[in-house]
């Protein structure tokens, strides 16, 4: 069953609308009443209207109010979650241990229920048809970039993963009409990714964004989204942390989902590299 309804009210909720935002304060305090509800019973509910209740779902990025309904019921039947911990001063090593994996299984299930099927999709099909794709990131989200290059590559995927921003406009300047540009920020308000992804635009190269959920102006500029979950429960838990874990998940979504659909060359290519590795290695 679709979960995620309450949990993407709650990251969204600063950045609605007033109309909206009484929807979703009025969601979040009444869960099960709306399960049971209609668009205008809704509206109604919170002093607003019915069609604040559809906006509120576009906010979302749902597919309408039976797709809000549909999670939120799904929500009201799972298991409670334990939810984010921060460490403390002096915390035993033990503790500390404990409270890292089960923030950072946290953060993978929490990005699980953000995830919109039919733009993974679209997201897959692009990176497949894609001649290059270029990811770029600052600062931790580079090391994603990395990450999400070093796959590409194995499976004969071309794919760049620069931090300079000048490097980046040189190729989004020479890129190819199937490049994809792929902007790697958790906070989805880096400068540079801003940058690039408003340049990669302009020239009319297809982009892809990584970010926390919600608006921003690196999601904005992007083709199709792609989110993680964000939390501010615990100071500790930055972009280096809990949130680059669930940045990881969603490169690993996306580069199995390519390699089934291309099971045997992927297969192919990877017995290849593993191949030349083991010739560096062993020397023969």
Known sequence: ???????????????????????AQYILENPRTIVNSTVNDLGNHANTSG??????????????????????????????????????????????VQK??????????????????????????????????????????????????????RINKGSTAFSDTHLVATLIANAKKDDVVFGISHSGETPEVVQIMALAKKNGVKTISLTKYGHSPVSSLADIKMYTSYSQEAPFRSAATSSRLAQLYMIDILFLAMATEQYTETVDHIDRTREAIRFLKEGK
């Open 100 to 153: 890292t994996t089960s923030n950072s299984i946290q953060s993978i299930r929490d990005s699980e229920e953000m995830i919109n099927y039919e733009e993974t999709e679209r997201a897959v099909q692009t990176l497949l048809n894609a001649s290059s794709v270029h990811f770029f990131g600052i600062g931790a989200s580079n090391i994603i970039a990395q990450d999400a290059q070093q796959k590409f590559l």
């Open 1 to 23: 069953m679709a979960t995620g309804g309450l949990k993407m009210i709650q990251n969204m909720l600063e950045q609605l609308p007033t109309s909206e935002r009484k929807i």
């Open 51 to 96: 069609a604040a209740v559809i906006r509120l779902c576009k906010s979302l990025g749902l597919n309408g109010f039976q797709d809000l309904k549909v999670r939120i019921a799904g929500d009201l039947v799972k298991p409670v979650e334990q939810g984010y911990r921060d460490i403390e001063p002096g915390e035993p090593f033990f503790s500390i």
